[in-house]
Nanobody, 119 residues
Framework: AQLVASGGGLVQAGGPLRLSCAASGIIFSIQDMGWYRQAPGKQRELVATITDGGTTNYADSVKGRLTISRDNGKHTVYLQMNSLKPEDTAVYYC??????????????WGQGTQVTVSS
């Protein structure tokens, strides 16, 4: 399987942006999906996760501004970002636990998409 992220770009502070990440390949099921980000000079950090049942978890810094959701039929996870701040600038990576051929479960990362918030 592979994950392909899209939707990044340049946005002014306070504006919205929506990221998408679609899984493809031989997929029997997808368990937890999530978004992480890495700013220049910093370690990768968790932004939000969502279980296959829809339970969500957010970093304190994004609560109330970013919303994670998923479409299980499309094997896709989304990140709706509102009220963006310059400190949200980072490369955003999607992540998923995918059960595929042979019913083995592996952890996959998307290629990363740049989000830049101008002040």
């Amino acid at each position: 399987a592979q994950l392909v992220a899209s939707g990044g770009g340049l946005v002014q502070a306070g504006g919205p942006l929506r990221l998408s990440c679609a899984a493809s390949g031989i997929i029997f099921s997808i368990q937890d999906m999530g978004w992480y980000r890495q700013a220049p000079g910093k370690q990768r950090e968790l932004v939000a996760t969502i279980t296959d049942g829809g339970t969500t978890n957010y970093a304190d810094s994004v609560k109330g501004r970013l919303t994670i959701s998923r479409d299980n039929g499309k094997h896709t996870v989304y990140l709706q970002m509102n009220s963006l701040k310059p400190e949200d600038t980072a490369v955003y990576y999607c992540n998923a636990y995918v059960t595929g051929l042979g019913h083995f479960t592996y952890n996959y990362w998307g290629q990363g998409t740049q989000v830049t918030v101008s002040s």
